[in-house]
């Protein structure tokens, strides 16, 4: 089991920043490939971000790419998912999930790849 606890999320401006945390416990955080989802009001949980168990391989999804940055600390036990130049579309609960993963570079990108769920930080963006 690997227990997944989101942090950093908030109400900002159009054009502002958040970094949000996803600290993991339970068995060894490194054997797993991680995802960032994010789901709106009367909408379905779509993929953000994903990154491989070694850290190396990172993949994002169109809308997110060049304003979203996904890292990990794997000694740390705790992914990062920074976002810069939010806009109101990004308004959402945002969760982190842990995929058990054989690859060391392979990213999984669909919500039935992850095994593990966080219960979700909240992102409000005003115009």
């Known amino acids: 089991q690997v227990q997944l606890v989101e942090s950093g999320g908030g109400l900002v401006q159009a054009g502002g920043s958040l970094r949000l945390s996803c600290a993991a416990s339970?068995?060894?955080?490194?054997?797993?490939?991680v995802g960032w989802f994010r789901q709106a009001p009367g909408k379905e949980r779509e993929f953000l971000a994903g990154i491989s168990r070694s850290g190396l391989n990172t993949y994002y999804r169109d809308s997110v790419k060049g304003r979203f940055t996904f890292s990990r600390d794997n000694a740390k036990n705790t992914v990062y998912l920074q976002m810069n130049s939010l806009k109101p579309e990004d308004t959402a609960v945002y969760y982190c999930a842990a995929a058990v993963s054989r690859s060391v570079v392979a990213v999984p990108t669909s919500i039935r790849e992850y095994d593990y769920w966080g219960q979700g930080t909240q992102v409000s963006i005003s115009s």
């Open positions: 339970g068995r060894t955080f490194s054997t797993h490939a």
